[in-house]
């Protein structure tokens, strides 16, 4: 008896067999596998553009307690710019964001009163630089930061070395900055604090400090 021959459009046994569906539970898997793709995919993207970005330009802090009032507050967010001090030096004035020469593991915000070379003396509610433009030195003018109510306690003389920078808080009655633990290694600098972001309402750019000419 001869073979019946197959009908235009009626499937074999084996074209019948491959297009059976897949099972619920193999649907499922395959569902899960191509979500986890997904989001795998989602979180290496991110890390390409964030780690740089966090690496090299900014990085997100918290403020915390008082040391920097009325300029920060205790809770605000800011961020801190890392990428202008790869290209130029820091500036008096600049309040920048440093790991603690005490502890590594912590941070703190203060503000650059002396640079690299300069002598700073605290005395008398001032604070005295000398440098080789001002041999005998000049009073620091920090009314452009600091209320008149703020007043800068202790007596303390550093000579800064090539890579040292002094720093104080500008709430200087409660601040544990250079006067405390000497001047900070430019090596701990996170960044310049560039914007803050929360609160809300006092969103803001932190401009360069712009001291008030040296008359004396």
Known sequence: MSEQPNLAGQPTTEETEAQTPPSRGGRIASEVFEFIWETVKVVLIAL?????????????????????????????????????????????????????????????????????????????????VFNAEFPDGFTLNE???????????????????????????????????SRAFGPVRRELFSGMSWLRLWPLERIDFLERTTYPPVIE
């Not at 330009?57 to 920097?68: D, H, N, T, W």
């Not at 109510?149 to 003389?157: A, M, P, R, V």
């Open 48 to 128: 390409v553009i964030i780690l740089p970005v966090r690496y090299f330009l900014i990085q997100p802090f918290f403020v915390k307690g008082e040391s920097m009032f009325p300029t920060y507050h205790d809770k605000e967010y800011i961020l801190v710019d890392k990428w202008t001090y790869r290209t130029a030096r820091p500036q008096r004035g600049d309040v920048i964001v440093f790991k603690a020469p005490t502890d590594v593991n912590d941070y703190f915000i203060k503000r650059i009163v002396g640079l690299p070379g300069e002598r700073v003396v605290v005395q008398n509610n001032t604070v005295r």
């Open 143 to 177: 009314k452009v930061y600091l209320p008149d109510s703020h007043i800068t306690e202790g007596t303390d003389d550093r000579l800064l070395e090539d890579d040292e920078y002094y720093v104080l808080g500008d709430n200087r009655q409660h601040s544990s900055d």
